[in-house]
């Protein structure tokens, strides 16, 4: 079982930005999904477990920034310029396979408890 431990999230003004960080207790390929009322689980973000392969969403892709920090195992999501569609439950995910980042909610193998994202217009 891996554990993961969020970070809270928060409430902010469109245009401004948070940082979502999630702490694993090993080194895997780990992401970030979002779960916007009315809406299916979305794909946000991940990265491999080297560092060196990331994907985004699309309407993410330049606002979004994912990250880690492999000597603490821990993943961070940078959102910058955020937009009211933003809001959302967030999920810390980890992945045991290998390769690319995978983008199906079935290839992520463990979830975390989520955090609340608010943007207000």
């Known amino acids: 079982q891996v554990q993961l431990v969020e970070s809270e999230g928060g409430l902010v003004q469109t245009g401004g930005s948070l940082r979502l960080s999630c702490a694993a207790d090993g080194r895997y390929t780990m992401g970030w999904w979002r779960l916007r009322p009315g809406k299916d689980r979305e794909f946000v973000a991940g990265v491999r477990w080297s560092g060196y392969d990331a994907a985004y969403m699309d309407s993410v892709r330049g606002r979004f920034t994912i990250s880690r920090d492999n000597a603490n195992n821990t993943v961070y999501l940078q959102m910058n310029n955020l937009k009211p569609e933003d809001t959302a439950v967030y999920y810390c995910?980890?992945?045991?396979?290998?390769?690319?980042?995978?983008?199906?909610?079935?290839?992520?193998?463990?979830w975390g408890q989520g955090t609340r994202v608010t943007v207000t217009s």
């Open positions: 995910t980890v992945t045991l396979r290998m390769g690319a980042v995978p983008t199906a909610p079935s290839q992520w193998d463990y």
